[in-house]
């Protein structure tokens, strides 16, 4: 059948859909540079402020209310950022396209409306590890001195002096700190497995190894535990699913506390006056939210009411009564600020994609099931183009990572998107995608451009034999990993999808690896078992075999290549090389780059551009909708 699908698709020709039934297109600008759109609402930590995120003049600002006498601040900021607990300092995590960062502070009492630069390092990696509750001191790391690793520093608000607390051997990756600043453990790598060590309270500070986790296991901390000498986590030591569980620091015992068969648990929600997380949240098909309290879980549902709503935690007023949070529907939803000892709630705002779907509804983001060739359940979903008629014409839209997943009411623009230009939308999580479990995940070993690309292609052809889709008219899209499985899917199954879409997609593996930030030094291992050494000449062949780069010949359909000049991790000479291979075969091929982005795209110019690129391509490709020229180009170009 799958081949008889491939025939098919080399051959077919292009139909245009009825336009009878159709709603109306919704501008491109409307889903790139919402002009009248807010988000990234927070309460202060003394529930007296309000901050959010919003235009200001022709770009991006920041606003700050009083909620007492409702005097508005606002400055000329482009980037969302979190409340330090004095709710006087504004704290932002900065970074370019290269992926290099400084922690900034904004001071809201003085009349400066510049940021100050805590880590000014030149070509260094700086990040906030922890807010002190008790202190409006930071921990900050930052790789300043070691690019391949993290030191821990601690950043003292009254006088600016930044003092190093722990150096990194060079295998550390992961450092536990307490909320009175002081490291009380680290993770060090050995091997195939993570050594946890605590410091001896001596002046050399020497380490004492505690127990060991297996390099293949997750754990990751969540906070202190109320209970000395132990630590909230999610883990999957002797389980195949992330449990929330709280670990003695001293042997490694652990304690679940909460655990779903069925998928991992993915989220928290941290109570710093219980010092414990206060619910967790779990993914299988719609978000789920677990809270530990019987108010909060009030809350919650009070919140989604019966629908399939995701709730985002923003964050909580440092007494626990104020809850900042964003509810995402299909169809819209709101930024609120919930009352939790009134159990009452204020509408802040609505959420941005609702002024995308004023003048018409949006399709929902349909959870689906398939069963892959070899027996394992493949989860994804599938959004259906209003007004189109059965069989669709469709578009695969692959995540990246690959180790994230697709997530249900995630707000991502490009499936609206997609629908309102008339394509269904299908997003698979294939094998190696997260959450489900330690075995599905591990599944994906040695299987780049094999059983990860034919859970895509299985997945279509349940919808083929339902009638769902048109399987003359499939495109396949995606970045990072979503754009090297775009690519597979034209030069490793050839004629099976008419065109593809490639955003900082990956074309030659052993050049990925080569070429990583120093950075991944430590996640190299598992990067090695997925997809081989390139060291190795045998494991270098197969990776070749593997790499979109070697099959330029075999495109069957034009191909659209997107990248970011700044790029560290893909970097652009991915594209530039699979652009050269595709047109010395004489293939159809064109290429984007932007010269101020790096993986992705977060500036609404840069998103203008892809956005306009890719309706125009696809309409030429499946025959869809577009809605041509845009105003907001002449900006996107010029600014």
């Keep these: 059948m799958t081949a008889l699908i491939a025939a098919l698709a080399g051959c077919a020709s292009i139909t245009t859909p009825s336009t009878s039934a159709l709603p109306a297109l919704i501008p491109t600008r409307n889903f790139v540079a919402d002009w009248n759109g807010s988000g990234a609402y927070k309460i202060s930590p003394d529930g007296k402020r309000l901050m959010w995120s919003a235009r200001l003049g022709l770009g991006q600002g920041l606003f700050i209310k009083d909620l007492s006498d409702g005097q508005l601040q606002s400055y000329k900021i482009p980037i969302t950022g979190i409340w330090a607990h004095d709710s006087r300092h504004i704290l932002f995590d900065a970074h370019g396209g290269n992926e290099n960062s400084q922690v900034l502070a904004l001071d809201t009492h003085q009349s400066s409306t510049v940021a100050r630069n805590l880590t000014p390092f030149p070509g260094a990696s700086?990040?906030?590890?922890?807010?002190?509750?008790?202190?409006?001191?930071?921990?900050?790391?930052?790789?300043?001195?070691?690019?391949?690793?993290?030191?821990?520093?601690?950043?003292?608000?009254?006088?600016?002096?930044?003092?190093?607390?722990?150096?990194?051997?060079?295998?550390?990756?992961?450092?536990?700190?307490?909320?009175?600043?002081?490291?009380?453990?680290?993770?060090?790598?050995?091997?195939?497995?993570?050594?946890?060590?605590?410091?001896s309270p001596t002046p050399d500070l020497a380490w004492t190894s505690r127990f060991r986790v297996s390099y293949w296991d997750t754990v990751t901390p969540v906070g202190p535990s109320a209970k000395p000498g132990h630590w909230w986590a999610l883990s999957n030591r002797e389980r195949d699913?992330?449990?929330?569980?709280?670990?003695?620091?001293?042997?490694?015992?652990?304690?679940?506390?909460?655990?779903?068969?069925?998928?991992?648990?993915?989220?928290?929600?941290?109570?710093?006056?219980?010092?414990?997380?206060?619910?967790?949240?779990?993914?299988?098909?719609?978000?789920?939210?677990?809270?530990?309290?019987?108010?909060f879980q009030q809350a919650l549902d009070k919140l989604k009411g019966s629908s399939d709503a995701r709730i985002s935690i923003n964050n909580l007023s440092v007494d626990e009564r104020w809850m900042s949070a964003t509810v995402t529907r299909h169809n819209?939803?709101?930024?609120?600020?919930?009352?939790?000892?009134?159990?009452?709630?204020?509408?802040?705002?609505?959420?941005?994609?609702?002024?995308?779907?004023?003048?018409?509804?949006?399709?929902?983001?349909?959870?689906?099931?398939?069963?892959?060739?070899?027996?394992?359940?493949?989860?994804?979903?599938?959004?259906?183009?209003?007004?189109?008629a059965k069989p669709y014409p469709t578009v695969v839209y692959v995540h990246g990572g690959p180790w994230v997943r697709d997530l249900h009411q995630s707000n991502d623009t490009m499936l609206p998107f997609l629908t309102n230009r008339g394509y269904a939308v299908l997003q698979v999580n294939y094998r190696g995608s997260s959450g489900y479990g330690k075995a599905f995940e591990e599944a994906a070993q040695g299987e780049f451009a094999g059983k990860m690309h034919s859970d895509l292609t299985d997945a279509l052809d349940v919808l083929a034999a339902q009638g769902t889709i048109d399987t003359q008219r499939v495109a396949i899209s995606g970045a990072s990993y979503g754009g090297y499985a775009s690519l597979v899917g034209m030069t490793h199954t050839p004629g099976r999808?008419?065109?593809?879409?490639?955003?900082?997609?990956?074309?030659?593996?052993?050049?990925?690896?080569?070429?990583?930030?120093?950075?991944?030094?430590?996640?190299?291992?598992?990067?090695?078992?997925?997809?081989?050494?390139?060291?190795?000449?045998?494991?270098?062949?197969?990776?070749?075999?593997?790499?979109?780069?070697?099959?330029?010949?075999?495109?069957?359909?034009?191909?659209?290549?997107?990248?970011?000049?700044?790029?560290?991790?893909?970097?652009?000479?991915?594209?530039?090389?699979?652009?050269?291979?595709l047109r010395s075969k004489d293939k159809a091929v064109e290429m984007l780059l932007f010269d101020k982005a790096g993986h992705g795209f977060h500036r609404w110019q840069d998103n203008m551009i892809a956005y306009r690129k890719t309706e125009d391509f696809l309409a030429s490709c499946l025959g869809g909708r577009t809605g041509g020229f845009d105003f907001f180009e002449l900006g996107a170009w010029l600014f």
């Design 497 to 581: 999808f008419r065109c593809a879409i490639s955003t900082v997609g990956v074309t030659d593996l052993a050049a990925l690896l080569n070429d990583a930030p120093p950075y991944w030094e430590l996640g190299k291992p598992k990067w090695m078992r997925y997809v081989g050494d390139p060291s190795d000449p045998a494991q270098r062949a197969a990776m070749q075999e593997r790499s979109p780069l070697f099959k330029a010949d075999r495109v069957q359909g034009p191909i659209l290549l997107m990248h970011g000049v700044h790029d560290p991790r893909v970097k652009v000479s991915q594209s530039v090389q699979m652009a050269e291979a």
């Design 126 to 199: 700086s990040h906030i590890l922890k807010q002190l509750p008790n202190s409006d001191d930071l921990i900050i790391v930052s790789n300043r001195r070691d690019a391949k690793v993290d030191d821990v520093y601690r950043y003292t608000q009254e006088t600016g002096e930044l003092k190093l607390l722990a150096n990194n051997s060079g295998l550390v990756s992961q450092w536990l700190v307490n909320d009175q600043g002081e490291v009380i453990g680290r993770t060090r790598l050995e091997g195939e497995e993570r050594v946890f060590e605590t410091p």
């Design 332 to 388: 819209g939803g709101e930024h609120v600020l919930y009352d939790l000892k009134t159990q009452t709630f204020e509408v802040l705002a609505e959420l941005g994609r609702s002024r995308i779907n004023a003048s018409t509804p949006l399709p929902p983001q349909q959870p689906v099931t398939f069963k892959s060739r070899d027996g394992l359940d493949l989860h994804g979903y599938l959004s259906l183009p209003p007004g189109v």
């Design 241 to 295: 699913k992330l449990a929330l569980v709280e670990i003695n620091l001293n042997d490694g015992s652990e304690r679940v506390e909460f655990t779903d068969t069925r998928v991992d648990v993915t989220g928290w929600f941290w109570s710093h006056q219980l010092q414990r997380p206060r619910a967790v949240a779990t993914e299988a098909g719609t978000q789920q939210w677990h809270a530990f309290d019987p108010a």
